[in-house]
Structure formats: structure tokens, C-alpha cells
């Protein structure tokens, strides 16, 4: 069950929250404000509605998680995101972070391998404030040619390489932001395309995510 009351108490919960992420260094007002407008307890259980603004990752179901708040600011942040242009995430896991995207304006198309975190997307009511979301249920190493290309690429799992499809889907120009695996700790890079399909590399601070895994499942 979720609670899809937003009390001043939450909003007092989420500005606190927002004061430690910029704390921890995080500077976009845009990124900021985002968080501050999207209630993270919609998207966990109500089980952790006390404690659904600690700066922690909390269970979805399937073995998965949303993501840490800051972990959410900082790929946000890095990807550098405008109003109106096309985002594909990889991982919709609880849709937090897409409803983050979306809040910014942008058009976001998500992937999730895992039939039934899909399904409960399905159901969930506060979704219906983005249309600019579309739910897709699939492979996120195959990403969504149909809708290609995109100006930026979002993935929420620890992947194993740079998936080369991705980089394919990419614009020129555009940014891929995704943690890269090593020995079982997780590096943020961030790619650039470059004319030609070939990218530059930036290399940033270690996060812990679930696995991206190949294939669907359900
Ligand atoms: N962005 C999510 C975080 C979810 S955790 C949120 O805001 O809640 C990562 C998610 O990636 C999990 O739900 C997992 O099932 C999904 N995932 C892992 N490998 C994937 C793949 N190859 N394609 C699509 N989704 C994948």
C-alpha cells in the first residue's frame, strides 16, 4: 500500500533532505527543485513513510531498489538535462527518476526488465501528472531504436561495458550517463558522442547499484 498524501511534514521531511544534498555538494537548482516537487514516499511502501527522506536506498520489490536520493541528484546532475529534450532511462525500478526527469521538462521514455515492477507502474495513479512518460517493458541493452535517437541516456544499473546500442541511439553531442562495473564497486562515467560515433570519457565518484542484467524476466 502507498500513501499518496503530501503533508507538511513530508514537505518539511523533503526540504531537509534537499539542504543535505546540496551539503554534499550538489549545486543544480534545477536538479534541487525537482526533488523538492516530487514526493519520494509515493513511490516506496507505506511502511517507510517515516523514514522515505533519509538520504537512503530503500527496497521496491524483485530484489531491487530506488536509488539513494543523492545517488538520483548526482546522475541528474550529470546529465545536464533541458526542457523538452528525449531521455532514455534504462531501470525504471519504483519510476522515481523518471518523474524526477519529467519534472524537468524533459520527454522520458523508460525501460524495465522485470515484468512486475513494469506492471506496477501500471497501477500507479500519481504517473497520470507526467504524460510525458513512456513505460516500456524490455531489455534496456537493446534500448528503443524505434525512438531513437535521443539527447541524453540514463542508466540506473551497474552496467558491465558501455552498451553499444546506446551509444548507437545517442545523438551527436548528446550524453550517456551510467555506472560502469569494476570488481564489484561501481564508477559514474559520463560519454559524450562525438561526430563520427566514437565518444570522449569522464570519469567520476563510486556509487553501489543493482546489476544490469541481459535479458527480460517474467
Ligand atoms: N531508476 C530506479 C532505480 C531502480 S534500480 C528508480 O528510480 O527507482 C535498477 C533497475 O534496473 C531495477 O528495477 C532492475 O530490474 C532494472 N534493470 C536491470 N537490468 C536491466 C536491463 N537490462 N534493462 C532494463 N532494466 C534493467
Redesign the pocket.
Same mark, same amino acid.
Given at each position: 500500500m502507498r500513501i499518496l498524501e503530501d503533508t507538511y511534514q513530508h514537505k518539511g521531511l523533503r526540504k531537509k533532505l534537499i539542504d543535505q544534498l546540496r551539503a554534499k555538494g550538489i549545486t543544480s537548482a534545477l536538479v534541487l527543485e525537482a526533488m523538492y516537487n516530487v514526493p519520494r514516499h509515493f513511490?516506496l511502501d507505506s511502511a517507510f513513510d517515516k523514514i522515505a527522506y533519509e538520504d537512503r536506498a530503500f527496497p521496491?520489490g524483485?530484489d531491487? *531498489? #530506488? &536509488?539513494q536520493p543523492y545517488t538520483?541528484a548526482y546522475q541528474t546532475q550529470l546529465l545536464n538535462v533541458h526542457r523538452s529534450e528525449k531521455i532514455l532511462?534504462?531501470? *525504471?525500478? &519504483?519510476?522515481?527518476?523518471?518523474c524526477i526527469l519529467a519534472e524537468m521538462g524533459a520527454w522520458v521514455f523508460t #525501460?524495465?526488465?522485470?515484468r512486475k515492477?513494469f506492471d506496477n507502474n501500471k497501477n500507479f495513479s500519481y504517473k497520470a501528472k507526467y504524460p510525458n512518460i513512456k513505460f516500456f517493458y524490455?531489455?534496456?541493452?537493446e534500448g528503443l531504436p524505434t525512438f531513437a535517437p535521443f539527447n541524453k541516456i540514463l542508466i *540506473?544499473?551497474a552496467a558491465p561495458f558501455v552498451p553499444p546500442k546506446l551509444v548507437e541511439q545517442l545523438k551527436i553531442g548528446g550524453l550517456m550517463v551510467l555506472p560502469v562495473d569494476e570488481d564489484g564497486k561501481q564508477r559514474m562515467l559520463r560519454i559524450t558522442k562525438k561526430v563520427g560515433g566514437d565518444y570522449d570519457e569522464e570519469w567520476f565518484d563510486y556509487f553501489s547499484?543493482?546489476?544490469?542484467?541481459?535479458g527480460k524476466n517474467g
Open positions: 513511490f521496491i524483485q531491487q *531498489t #530506488i &536509488s538520483v532511462e534504462i531501470g *525504471t525500478g &519504483s519510476a522515481y527518476q523518471a #525501460i524495465e526488465r522485470q515492477l524490455g531489455d534496456g541493452f *540506473t544499473a547499484f543493482v546489476p544490469m542484467l541481459k
